[in-house]
């Protein structure tokens, strides 16, 4: 009878545990946690829902008077994700999610090295993406002065006559908004 009783806190003491830490599993660190949570989630489905997006491959090209560019990384403009790492010269990278229909105010972070002296030079640029109608592989231009224009292109390659930004233009064409 007495190895019982010794063992009956010890019982006691597990179930109290258990509860205890159940209990802990929907503890809010503050008012609202959980309801902010849900609804950051329905934002994300109802984002997906309403802006269709495609993966396109991305290409680099350096206008002349421009560094050699080492690697380069461009967000995405409706994630946090930073696509990218070929460098310029005919390097292309896959994988970057745009959308299929242009959207106003698709402001991009391009991130380039663009090595000095053997020591890495990283240089961080807002741009916006410049409008298009059908979308297509993403064309990230370097110009001299660390100046940088980003558009998409469905049909015409960097060597055609029809692509938005010819290769030997030496002044980006201005932002759009």
Sequence with gaps: ????????????????????????????????????????????AELDKEIPMLGVSMMCIEHPNTSYIYSYYIKEPFSSRMAGGGSCGGLVVGGYQLPEK??????????????????????????????????????VHFFENDQVRVISSAYAGVSSARHPILRDVVTPPPEVE
């Design 1 to 44: 009878m007495k190895n019982k009783l010794n063992i009956l806190p010890h019982t006691v003491f597990l179930v109290l545990m258990a509860f205890t830490i159940s209990a802990c599993s929907s503890y809010e660190r503050f008012p609202g946690q959980n309801q902010i949570a849900e609804n950051k989630a329905r934002a994300a």
């Design 102 to 139: 242009w959207q106003p105010g698709m402001k991009v972070k391009v991130r380039w090295n663009r090595p000095i002296k053997g020591k890495d030079n990283w240089i961080e640029k807002y741009t916006t993406i410049m409008p298009y109608d059908d979308v297509g592989t993403l064309y």
